[in-house]
């Protein structure tokens, strides 16, 4: 049986331990790395999330101002509309008494007493 040499053996697993601390090491830097992106990334995420948020917001008020304004335009178009109605009845109304006196007036000019 040959015989192993205590320091040399120890030298050996030395060697194997520090290729397992530069591999270890190496795993490291990369992870850093990956988790050091993963964070940009979920800075930019919420950066977009938070920007999309602001522009859906405005939207949200220039609706809400168009659709007040269209109500505001209706209400008046109506009221306008209702104005002229009761225009053209007085209208009317005027017409028909003014017929009905001239048909009168007819009446009394075609039949003398």
Known sequence: MANIDP???MQAQNEKLKAQQEHLMANKASLEH?????MKSSIDFR??????DKRLKEANAKLEKVEKELAD???KEIEE?????A????????GKIQGE???????A?????
């Open 7 to 9: 320091i040399q053996l």
């Open 34 to 38: 990956t988790v050091s992106e993963v």
């Open 47 to 52: 950066t977009s999330i938070f920007n999309l």
């Open 73 to 75: 335009l209706k209400k």
């Open 81 to 85: 509309g209702e104005k002229k109605l």
């Open 87 to 94: 225009e053209l009845k007085a209208q009317a109304e005027e």
């Open 101 to 107: 006196l001239d048909l009168q007036k007819a009446n």
């Open 109 to 113: 000019d075609a039949d003398p007493v």
